[in-house]
C-alpha cells in the first residue's frame, strides 16, 4: 500500500510539473505579447535635426497586429499616433523602442511628430 501511494504522489507531483511547463496562452507561447500570436510590425525611425526618416510612407499593419518603433534621435521628444484611442508617446535621445496597438479595426492611421510638423508614417491596418 506504501508502494502504491507513493507512486501515486511522484506520479501526481509530475502532472503538476507538465502543466506548469505548457502554456494554452498563445501570447506566453510567442514571447511577443499578442493574443493572435503575430510579431509585431517593426518600424525603424531616425530623427535628425528638423528631419525624420520614413517621412509619410504607408506601411501595411493586420488588424490586430502591434506596431514597435524604434526611434533613434539626437534629441527627445514625442511621437502622436492617431488612433482611437490616440496615443502621445515619449523617447529620449538615443534609441527607444516604443509599441502601440494592437489595431482592432482597418483604416489609416496617422503617425506624426508635433514639433517638426510632419506625418512619420501612415499605418494601413487591414
Known sequence: MRRLMATLA?????????????STNNADAAGNGTSTGMKPQVIDVTFSGDTVTPNGERVDVAVGQKVQFVV???????????????????????????????????????VESHALEKTIVQLKVQ
Open 10 to 22: 511522484v506520479l501526481l507531483g509530475m502532472a503538476g510539473l507538465l502543466t506548469a511547463c505548457g
Open 72 to 110: 533613434k534621435s539626437d534629441a527627445s521628444g514625442e511621437i502622436h499616433v492617431h488612433s482611437t484611442p490616440e496615443k502621445e508617446l515619449e523617447y529620449a535621445a538615443g534609441t527607444t523602442e516604443l509599441t502601440v496597438g494592437p489595431f482592432d479595426k482597418p483604416g489609416i492611421i496617422e
